[in-house]
């Protein structure tokens, strides 16, 4: 008997430092799993952090782009808008020009065809004088000779 109690003790108490020794290795596990999964967590966070941080640094920088590239745009809309203003102020001032030289040559159209109406009626009056006075010649010796 007593030796078989001793022996039930001793049994005991080693099941009791083995469950013991077992519990504060699962403890000291656990935390180094806690550790570890804390860790991972926060490089998982850090690198998600560094990739939204890359990607807004992305679309600022984009939209900085797109920002310069509609005011150029802007400003190019407006020189053409000015140029083009300038083009039919231009071809305005041409088209009133040419509609002057238009108004020019008919207007000198004009002159000649009154001129040569002028000069053809001198010639006709020239003629008409030089047969009066042919005429008077012929009879001034006409009496002369009587």
Known sequence: GKHKRAQET???????????????????????????????????TSAAMDSINSGVATVWHNQQNLEAEARALHQHAETFSKQSAEWVTAFSGFHQ????????????????????????????IQQAREMEAEQAAAAEAAESSR
């Open 10 to 44: 001793y049994m005991l108490s080693s099941l009791v430092a083995e469950s013991k020794a077992r519990k504060t290795a699962l403890i000291a596990d656990n935390e180094t799993r806690k550790k570890d999964a804390i860790a991972s967590v926060e490089q998982a």
């Open 97 to 124: 020009a040419l509609k002057a030289l238009g108004d020019v040559e008919n207007w000198a159209r004009s002159i000649e065809s009154d001129m040569a109406f002028i000069n053809s009626s001198l010639e006709q």
